[in-house]
């Protein structure tokens, strides 16, 4: 069982970056494919970022690719999001989750995650 906690959520303005960080307990953080998902009030939760146990493959929603950056630390148990370049319409409660694999796969399904942090949120202003 693995414990998230995100934190670096905060308000910004719109083209600004922010990293937010997802810190895990345990010992085994590297068995752990990671994601990052967001929900917008009033929305459903929705896929932004995902990274294999090792890092090397990511994929990303369309809305993001190119601005978000999902990579991760295993020494330190912890995955990030870098953001950059944020618009008013990435303002959100961003959660990472985390799905026991013994492959390389990521999963772009919040179905897939078994273990989620609490969420931090992000505020974006125009």
């Known amino acids: 069982q693995v414990q998230l906690v995100e934190s670096g959520g905060g308000l910004v303005q719109a083209g600004d970056s922010l990293r937010l960080s997802c810190a895990a307990s345990g010992r085994t953080f590297n068995m752990y494919a990671m994601g990052w998902f967001r929900q917008a009030p009033g929305k459903e939760r929705e896929f932004v970022a995902a990274c294999s146990r090792s890092g090397d493959s990511t994929a990303y929603a369309d809305s993001v690719k190119g601005r978000f950056t999902i990579s991760r630390d295993n020494a330190k148990n912890t995955v990030y999001l870098q953001m950059s370049s944020l618009k008013p319409e990435d303002t959100a409660v961003y959660s990472c989750a985390a799905v026991l694999t013994f492959g390389?796969?990521?999963?772009?399904?919040e179905d897939a995650y078994a273990y989620w942090g609490q969420g931090t949120l992000v505020t974006v202003s125009s």
């Open 104 to 109: 390389s796969g990521i999963w772009r399904s």
